[in-house]
């Protein structure tokens, strides 16, 4: 990757985030632009598939677009409105974002059920964990524009099942 490799570093002593998102193309980036930070000092791009932390910018590392968009994520913009308005200090975005991915996909038996535990597994190796001082873990998951034929009990069901294999 062309990206700058940072420090993943955390300082206890502040607010940071560390924000998994999860789901179809709306979280891979389906933007229509591209962008930048304009925290980009402390808004970073923890890649899953390599466990190093870049400079965010888009397009994310960790995510697929399945063919769609430019790479525009909102992750970056999320973040700088989080640091804006003084919520947190730092966001370190974990994008797993797969385009045309359905909630089946990310269930047991499905082809990213395992991908969210990854990243957990690959964040706690840097010694980044939900137990850690001065961080908070928050995942964004969303399917649902690809799963058609499917009841809604099915689809919470399996909602319920990413969220709780995501916090075990």
Known sequence: ????????????AQKNLVLIVAGDSNT??????????????????????????????DPLLG???????DG??????LADLLIN????AR?????????GS???HWVAGGMFYNKIPAAMARLAERGITPATA??????????????????????STGYAQVVNKAKN
């Open 28 to 57: 891979s980036g389906t933007g229509p632009t591209r962008y930048t930070p304009s925290n980009a000092s402390v808004i970073d791009n923890f890649n899953v598939y390599d466990g190093a932390d870049y400079a965010c910018a």
């Open 1 to 12: 990757s062309s990206k700058v490799r940072r420090d993943i570093g955390i300082n206890t």
């Open 134 to 155: 001065g961080v908070t873990f928050a995942l964004i998951y969303m399917t649902g524009a690809n799963d058609h034929g499917i009841t809604a009990l099915d689809y």
């Open 91 to 99: 966001v370190i975005l974990v994008p797993l974002g797969i385009g």
């Open 85 to 88: 308005n003084g919520i947190f």
């Open 102 to 104: 359905n909630v089946g």
């Open 72 to 77: 525009g994520n909102y992750g970056g913009r």
């Open 63 to 69: 995510c697929a677009l399945g063919g769609v968009g």
